[in-house]
């Protein structure tokens, strides 16, 4: 497991830490996206994230993923309900607070089974 820092947009042409991150992306068996619950569309936040991963190597895509909703401590219960829709049926997803421990051990679950 490594803990990487966030992928930008246009990181495949080096923005940011670039390919240097990138590379690091290589050597993990599953990757967890973490997007917070208050972005404007979390939807395109995470095919933002699929397409740099795509253009850098398409063979990351093969990888298993995780989606982990953030900041659920920030907003009221019902946004579960209404993000929920916007989030893509593919890949697992899990709601999460750092800050209550809201799915912290579902996440861990979740981790745990898709690297066992």
Not at 8 to 13: F, P, T, V
Not at 87 to 113: M, R
């Amino acid at each position: 497991m490594a803990d990487i820092p966030g992928i930008i947009e246009d990181a495949h042409l080096g923005k940011g830490l670039g390919t240097r991150f990138l590379r690091h992306i290589e050597r993990n068996s599953a990757l967890l996206f973490m997007i917070p619950c208050d972005s404007q569309n979390i939807s395109k936040d995470y095919q933002i994230l699929l397409h740099e991963l795509e253009a850098y190597n398409p063979e990351l895509l093969d990888k298993k993923r995780i989606l982990a909703i953030t900041n659920m401590d920030i907003v009221e219960d019902e946004w579960e309900e209404l993000i929920r829709p916007e989030l893509p049926v593919e890949v697992p997803h899990v709601f999460i607070s750092a800050v209550t421990n809201k799915g912290i051990e579902k996440l861990k679950d979740l981790i745990w089974d898709m690297i066992k």
